[in-house]
């Protein structure tokens, strides 16, 4: 498995980036549980969410279900085809034999893969969840509802009766979730999850690019390995369903940050472009500058990130 190129490798980590991916997931996964006032630092910052991506607790089992028809599953979809559009433009910049595109799994790799193997199971210090929940992400029970979940979303029939917005709430939750907790490999230290957005400067080097966190996820090749299969269920839905064109969002466009980060992702092509001196590095620094505010009010404020990558059972 080859890394992307350095130019791409150093744009995914570049802080900027980190940071937007990392409030994207956790406005729309928290929104729900959030008090007004803890919404109020998202809405101040224009971080709030225009559809939540799970529900509040069920008052008698305590358990969060997700929101399938609200929207939020073609959120899902949109933010990350933007994020592989505006990678395969600076790949076809680049020309790079071995990188002409993002390319995901034609299939989801079996336990006996010698490619991509499944990383065993650890132990992170002080996170008795992430840990049980990355070591049931590899068992071989996991897989086999990896190999169903992939048999739904890939079965034409199945993607008739399924709306683009279900689709994607069902693969988030379930298989692309499970994807990022089974590919995660041991590292020397963890960002600390759940504890007030703990973003020190020293998780924002290139050789954090742990699968489980939102922060560093992207900076891994195998999120784009897992987020081109991913990606490829909406052409998939568009065939089965006999579209063609452009895809045919609810919204225009879907939700991928605040107002003016949608039109292939900003931020990214900004971390993508940026050299000294240029516009770019100038509209980057900017972006950075208010999500630094965002993140800081956020702190001040108790809010704590959400757990990371839940895999819920109702799909």
């Given amino acids: ?56 607790p069920d008052p008698v089992t305590g358990r969060r279900s997700i929101e399938f028809d ?17 990678v395969d433009e600076i790949l076809a910049e680049l020309d790079d034999p071995q990188h ?19 990383p065993p199971p650890f132990v992170i210090p002080g996170d008795s969840g992430t840990t049980n929940a990355i070591g049931n992400a590899k068992t071989a029970t996991a897989f086999d509802r990896i190999r169903a979940w992939e048999s739904q979303f890939t079965n034409p029939a199945e993607l008739r009766r399924l709306t683009l917005r279900r689709l994607g709430a069902g693969i988030e939750y379930g298989i692309h979730n499970q994807m990022h907790l089974r590919w995660s490999a041991e590292i020397p230290s963890y960002r600390p999850g759940q504890a007030d957005f703990a973003v ?38 568009m065939a089965a369903n006999e579209l063609t064109g452009p895809v045919p969002w609810s919204f225009d466009p879907p939700w991928s940050g605040p107002a003016g980060h949608h039109h292939r992702h900003p931020v990214m092509r900004l971390a993508l472009r940026a050299q000294p001196g240029n516009t770019e590095a100038e509209a980057l620094r900017s972006h950075l500058s208010a999500m630094e505010s965002t993140v800081e009010d956020l702190k001040q ?14 799909i």
Avoid: C
């Avoid at 002409?100 to 499944?118: A, F, K, L, N």
């Fill in 1 to 56: 498995m080859n890394a992307f190129p350095k130019p791409v490798i150093d744009a995914m980590a570049d802080r900027a980036m980190r940071l937007h991916h990392m409030l994207w997931h956790s406005a729309r996964d928290s929104w729900a549980i959030l008090t007004p006032e803890e919404r109020e630092v998202y809405r101040d910052h224009g971080w709030e969410p225009p559809r939540q991506s799970l529900s509040a």
């Fill in 301 to 314: 404020a108790g809010v704590s990130e959400p757990v990371r990558f839940a895999v819920l059972e109702d």
């Fill in 100 to 118: 002409p595109r993002v390319e995901g799994w034609p299939t989801i790799p079996s336990p006996e893969d010698t490619e991509y193997p499944v």
């Fill in 200 to 237: 020190d400067p020293q998780w924002d080097d290139s050789s954090y690019n742990w699968l489980a966190d939102t922060y560093s996820a992207h900076v891994n090749p195998i999120f784009w390995k897992l987020h081109g299969w991913v990606d490829a269920r909406i052409d998939d839905w």
């Fill in 70 to 86: 609200n929207g939020s599953g073609e959120d899902f979809l949109f933010m990350h085809r933007e994020m592989i559009g505006s």
